[in-house]
């Protein structure tokens, strides 16, 4: 059975591309989790795996430093990257440590489930390949094991070929960045919902303190800038326009009550500063807290 690693920081990914593939190819291998690169790098080492799925944009040793020491340790390996951002010296640095594909995130489920199967196909007839060869084969090792099975017998379609010397060619690297126009399978709204239904519950509990948007990025595990895009995304708005609405509702849930002082709301509601409290408050109710519950008590 073939093993294969998901190498990915953020959780709520990890956790959902796991399932997905696990779904999918679970009685074809055996699925792995790192956290970041350097327990890419060791469990590469602990463990017997063909396939790597590596995000790049990892915090201490990135995806694409991690891929470099599998790729010396473990030329055999069939390589996938992921990242949020499209940049050229990403593509560049893929193209140097032989990846097999280069996703830009967010990539659909018809791409990682294709890219991966596609993989684990490789990784089965360098098996083959490996077992059947024999000393009269030593040029043909000359290349990474996954490179030589898809480049010798022209198969499998990922670009791979020989020189005239019968050298194993590097993968071809193909950049998946064309948008996925299908809708949006389970997978996906999976992913979402579970990271909605977090924010809403670490707003919900946290509403009343001082947070920012890196706070709640950093409480659902996600990088600043891919949990803005994906904030705005899924709420229609910003994460401080989305909040300050969140407590201002709050804020009239207690104007409704008559033993809550009006000076006591916006603390409660996480503005210590009751002039900034009011400011905020008039802004998106039309009129200052005094007035609100004035105008509450006129209508009993």
Same mark, same amino acid.
């Given at each position: ?11 709520i ?19 792995y ?22 995000d ?30 499209d ?8 193209i140097s ?33 490996? +077992? #059947?060869? /024999? !000393? %009269?084969? @030593?040029?043909? *090792? =000359? ?6 099975? +898809? #480049?010798k /017998? !022209? %198969?499998? @379609?990922?670009? *791979? =070929?020989?020189t005239?010397s ?35 519950e ?12 890196h706070?709640a ?14 904030f705005k ?63 509450l008590?006129?209508?009993?």
């Amino acid at each position: 059975m073939a093993g294969l690693m998901i190498a990915e920081d953020e959780l709520i990914e990890r956790m959902v591309l796991k399932k997905m593939l696990q779904k999918k190819f679970g009685e074809q291998c055996t699925i792995y989790e790192a956290q970041n690169g350097h327990e890419a790098v060791e469990l590469a080492r602990r463990e017997e795996i063909q396939v790597i799925i590596l995000d790049i944009g990892m915090p201490g040793m990135n995806g694409i430093q991690a891929a470099k020491i599998i790729r010396r340790e473990h030329p055999e390996c069939c390589i996938i990257f992921l990242t949020a951002y499209d940049r050229f010296e990403y593509a560049r640095s893929a193209i140097s440590v032989g990846a097999m594909e280069y996703l830009l995130k967010p990539y659909s489920s018809r791409e990682i489930i294709h890219v991966t199967g596609e993989a684990l196909h490789l990784a089965d007839r360098y098996r083959t390949w490996r +077992a #059947g060869k /024999d !000393g %009269a084969d @030593g040029d043909r *090792a =000359g290349g990474t094991g996954a490179e030589a099975a +898809a #480049g010798k /017998d !022209g %198969a499998g @379609g990922t670009g *791979a =070929g020989e020189t005239a010397s019968g050298e194993i060619l590097p993968f071809t690297l193909r950049l998946v960045d064309e948008p996925d126009q299908e809708k949006e399978n389970d997978e996906s709204c999976t992913r979402l919902s579970l990271m909605v239904s977090m924010v809403e519950e670490y707003i919900r509990t946290h509403y009343m303190y001082e947070i920012s948007m890196h706070d709640a990025a950093k409480a659902v595990n996600y990088s600043d800038p891919y949990f803005c895009k994906m904030f705005k995304q899924q709420f229609g708005q910003n994460f401080t326009s989305y909040l300050a609405e969140y407590r201002i509702n709050e804020a009239k849930k207690l104007l409704c009550r008559p033993n809550v002082n009006v000076k006591d709301v916006g603390i409660r509601v996480g503005y210590p500063d009751n002039n900034y409290f009011t400011k905020v408050f008039r802004r998106l109710a039309g009129m200052n807290p005094s007035d609100y519950r004035m105008e509450l008590l006129q209508k009993l």
